[in-house]
């Protein structure tokens, strides 16, 4: 079955890093992404990964797959307050045609 | 580039109407998606199309309906409403390949009183 998991909360003090994690069970899935959503807004990509690469690093951002446990995570470095959204995990399957499936979020709160 | 384009972006309707929301994807982009996005649920597919074709559909009753014009535009349309669509409409536009990174509009937001 196609299902993406996420914690719903996570906080953490401004200059701390965060990190964000994500299961997902179906073995089909392609690619793998972040999206971050603030408030009143759409969801905007932050990073993505291939389904055969284990990491993948952007700057403050470093994203590592673990396919055998289909557990992706997002590690953000120095987390500042314009951090603070809330950050949806997402794999690309086939199944029956593409679609994007997504969970249901992680509020992310960075303290001062 | 335009972003993606949705209207309107506020919506109030009654139970029983039926609602058209509208999607322009970005220039060049051939696939749209549609999202519904609640509190509880997060982010559920509802459909993609690709080329005026539906090609992928989510789990939802027939009342929910869309369609992709020549140009690439998407309506969607949900008959019949009741409460529990209320929620966050999203559309997201993407080239159509099979790395896709979707381009999400800012939404519809629908109340159903």
């Known amino acids: 079955g196609e299902d993406v998991e996420q914690s719903l909360f996570l906080s953490v003090r401004e200059g701390d890093s965060s990190v964000i994690n994500c299961t997902y069970t179906d073995s089909s899935s392609t690619y793998l992404y972040w999206y971050k959503q603030e408030p009143g807004a759409g969801l905007q990509l932050l990073t993505y990964i291939f389904s055969n690469m284990d990491m993948k690093q952007d700057q403050r951002l470093t994203v590592l797959l673990n396919k055998k446990d289909k557990h992706l995570s997002l590690r953000i470095a120095d987390t500042q307050t314009g951090d603070s959204a809330i950050y949806f995990c997402a794999e690309r399957v086939n199944t029956g045609g593409f679609k994007t499936i997504f969970g249901a979020g992680t509020r992310l709160f960075v303290k001062a | 580039k335009a972003g993606v384009t949705q209207t309107p972006r506020y919506l109030i309707k009654t139970r029983g109407q039926q609602v058209t929301l509208s999607c322009s994807p970005i220039?060049?982009?051939?696939?749209v998606s549609w999202y519904q996005q609640t509190p509880g649920q997060g982010l559920q597919f509802l459909f993609e199309?690709?080329?005026?074709?539906?090609?992928n559909k989510g789990n939802f009753p027939g009342r929910f309906s869309g369609r992709q014009f020549s140009n690439s535009r998407s309506e969607m349309n949900v008959s019949t409403l009741e409460l529990g669509d209320s929620a966050l409409y999203l559309c997201?536009?993407?080239?159509?390949?099979?790395?896709?990174?979707?381009?999400f509009g800012s939404g519809t937001q629908l109340s159903v009183l």
């Open positions: 997201a536009s993407s080239q159509g390949g099979l790395g896709e990174k979707l381009f």
């Open positions: 199309y690709f080329s005026e074709t539906q090609r």
């Open positions: 220039s060049g982009h051939r696939s």
